[in-house]
């Protein structure tokens, strides 16, 4: 059963990997400058920040499901540097429809460094996969 007002968190120490810096050296192209600093990545922010509603929604998922995020609204507050842990928390506004809706928050050390709303929808595993196949033979 899950509670309006139910929270998780999760916790994670940033890497290189995880930041602005390290995701463009990952996606390099020449073209491109991407001058980007070893801070924490909002999108690597946001992923830790969806895991955590995520975790939330296993208690309420049958066999053969699972949750995935439809909705992300978000705003990066601060910098986090490689090495600092941080906390995503996520908090349960109740169910919308075919939504589930949460607040979310991340924290390091210094403070609050992200906010914002989520939604996740549950679905069947195996529809997700087959409509997901079906993306790769309409090109």
Not at 25 to 45: C, G, N, P, Q, S
Not at 114 to 128: K, M, N, S, T
Request: charged letters at 20%; aromatic letters at 8%; a neutral charge.
């Amino acid at each position: 059963m899950l509670s309006i007002g139910q929270t998780e968190h999760v916790t994670y120490t940033v890497t290189k990997e995880d930041t602005a810096h390290g995701l463009s050296f990952a996606w390099k192209d020449e073209r491109y400058r991407d001058a980007y600093l070893d801070v924490f990545a909002t999108i690597r922010m946001i992923a830790l920040m969806e895991l955590a509603c995520g975790r939330l929604l296993e208690s309420v998922q049958q066999p053969g499901e699972l949750s995935v995020g439809v909705e992300v609204n978000v705003t990066h507050l601060a910098p986090t540097p490689v090495g600092a842990t941080v906390t995503a928390t996520a908090t349960y506004l109740g169910f919308d429809g075919k939504l589930h809706r949460f607040r979310v928050e991340a924290f390091d050390p210094a403070g609050k460094i992200g906010a914002g709303d989520h939604a996740r929808a549950i679905v069947q595993v195996e529809r997700l996969l087959a409509g997901a196949q079906k993306r790769l033979m309409t090109r």
